[in-house]
């Protein structure tokens, strides 16, 4: 028998101290990163939600020429909320160089002889059917005629726009593949070169080729060849630099949150089916910020409008691939490359 001096055999030894510090840290990481995930998925249910709720002409710029008390009268109609930006020209020809430069979406030019209604479908088809639908109403009021004069149309293979509403997942895709495939086979700080140099080479090659499909194959692209190929290519060297810089600093997480936010926020921003001025006005101008919207301004500009209007999207997308460099620069001076590297489920 035991003396109630004798020590208890199997004390209780309580919470080991030692194991407490990681237990609390890991979850504050699994709360971060649940907390993460559900911020992410509500952005990206408003990237697809909202534009469709709210969507509809948000200060689209159209122009009017004619007698002054029609274009006075149209004015007055269209001023109530935000929906149209109207501009009064003098001449229907001074109407028609603005569409062509792109200063405003379509317009109407009332005449004697009747309305003569200017869209640039290529531009904006849902403003080009409600330009159209303005001017029947317009010419059902003056007793008169509409005439439809489209300056920068589909081509004659492709009238609805059917390619160039297709070629935005292409251009997202041909961004995140390369990245992650060549991040797959040269992994490692030593890779980020090659990597670099890969995905440059790759959207020159991609380009080409989705811009002769899109313009040869199935019609759906008119304009200059060679620009439009090197334009698709920038806006894709835009995007996969980029994930090639955030998979050099942060690894496979780096590559997984960029094409996420390029797929499910700059897909649906893009306004490449309907035209930027279809989106509220928010986020339109988000959607141009971002490489797929972008491009997506860059390809039509190149396509349709002989060039006019791309410096800007341009320019975004070169800062864009400026900034996919400096990561990988950053990530080679850091090391970021070999933990990056460590993160990705790649084999050396």
């Given at each position: 028998?035991?003396?109630?001096?004798?020590?208890?055999?199997?004390?209780?030894?309580?919470?080991?101290?030692?194991?407490?510090?990681?237990?609390?840290?890991?979850?504050?990481?699994?709360?971060?990163?649940?907390?993460?995930?559900?911020?992410?998925?509500?952005?990206?249910?408003?990237?697809?939600?909202?534009?469709?709720?709210?969507?509809?002409?948000?200060?689209?710029?159209?122009?009017?020429?004619?007698?002054?008390?029609?274009?006075?009268?149209?004015?007055?109609?269209?001023?109530?909320?935000?929906?149209?930006?109207?501009?009064?020209?003098?001449?229907?020809?001074?109407?028609?160089?603005?569409?062509?430069?792109?200063?405003?979406?379509?317009?109407?030019?009332?005449?004697?002889?009747?309305?003569?209604?200017?869209?640039?479908?290529?531009?904006?088809?849902?403003?080009?059917?409600?330009?159209?639908?303005?001017?029947?109403?317009?010419?059902?009021?003056?007793?008169?005629?509409?005439?439809?004069?489209?300056?920068?149309?589909?081509?004659?293979?492709?009238?609805?726009?059917?390619?160039?509403?297709?070629?935005?997942?292409?251009?997202?895709?041909?961004?995140?593949?390369?990245?992650?495939?060549?991040?797959?086979?040269?992994?490692?700080?030593?890779?980020?070169?090659?990597?670099?140099?890969?995905?440059?080479?790759?959207?020159?090659?991609?380009?080409?080729?989705?811009?002769?499909?899109?313009?040869?194959?199935?019609?759906?692209?008119?304009?200059?060849?060679?620009?439009?190929?090197?334009?698709?290519?920038?806006?894709?060297?835009?995007?996969?630099?980029?994930?090639?810089?955030?998979?050099?600093?942060?690894?496979?997480?780096?590559?997984?949150?960029?094409?996420?936010?390029?797929?499910?926020?700059?897909?649906p921003l893009s306004g490449l089916a309907t035209g930027?001025?279809?989106?509220?006005?928010?986020?339109?101008?988000?959607?141009?910020?971002?490489?797929?919207?972008?491009?997506?301004?860059?390809?039509?500009?190149?396509?349709?409008?002989?060039?006019?209007?791309?410096?800007?999207?341009?320019?975004?997308?070169?800062?864009?691939?400026?900034?996919?460099?400096?990561?990988?620069?950053?990530?080679?001076?850091?090391?970021?490359g070999r933990r990056g590297t460590a993160a990705t489920?790649?084999?050396?």
């Amino acid at each position: 028998m035991s003396s109630l001096s004798d020590p208890d055999p199997d004390p209780d030894p309580g919470p080991d101290p030692g194991t407490s510090a990681p237990r609390r840290g890991t979850g504050r990481r699994l709360a971060a990163v649940v907390l993460g995930m559900t911020a992410l998925i509500t952005v990206m249910l408003c990237a697809f939600a909202l534009p469709g709720v709210n969507g509809g002409p948000h200060d689209v710029p159209i122009g009017v020429t004619g007698p002054e008390q029609i274009t006075r009268a149209v004015q007055q109609k269209l001023a109530a909320g935000d929906a149209w930006d109207i501009t009064v020209y003098d001449t229907p020809g001074a109407l028609r160089a603005a569409v062509r430069d792109r200063a405003v979406v379509g317009g109407l030019a009332a005449t004697d002889g009747g309305v003569d209604v200017y869209t640039a479908t290529a531009g904006g088809p849902m403003a080009a059917g409600a330009l159209t639908t303005m001017g029947d109403t317009l010419a059902a009021q003056q007793r008169v005629r509409a005439t439809v004069h489209d300056l920068a149309p589909f081509p004659e293979d492709d009238p609805r726009g059917a390619g160039l509403s297709s070629a935005a997942l292409p251009m997202i895709f041909g961004g995140i593949f390369p990245a992650v495939v060549l991040g797959r086979l040269f992994p490692g700080r030593g890779g980020l070169r090659v990597r670099l140099l890969g995905v440059l080479l790759f959207s020159l090659v991609a380009g080409a080729a989705v811009t002769a499909l899109l313009q040869y194959g199935t019609g759906s692209l008119n304009g200059d060849y060679p620009l439009t190929a090197l334009g698709l290519a920038l806006g894709m060297a835009a995007l996969s630099t980029t994930l090639v810089g955030l998979g050099a600093l942060l690894g496979f997480a780096g590559i997984g949150l960029g094409a996420a936010v390029m797929m499910f926020l700059g897909n649906p921003l893009s306004g490449l089916a309907t035209g930027p001025h279809w989106l509220p006005a928010g986020w339109a101008a988000l959607g141009r910020l971002l490489p797929p919207g972008a491009s997506g301004d860059l390809l039509c500009a190149n396509a349709f409008f002989d060039g006019t209007g791309a410096g800007t999207p341009a320019l975004v997308l070169t800062a864009w691939v400026v900034l996919g460099t400096l990561l990988v620069l950053v990530a080679g001076r850091t090391g970021g490359g070999r933990r990056g590297t460590a993160a990705t489920p790649a084999t050396a």
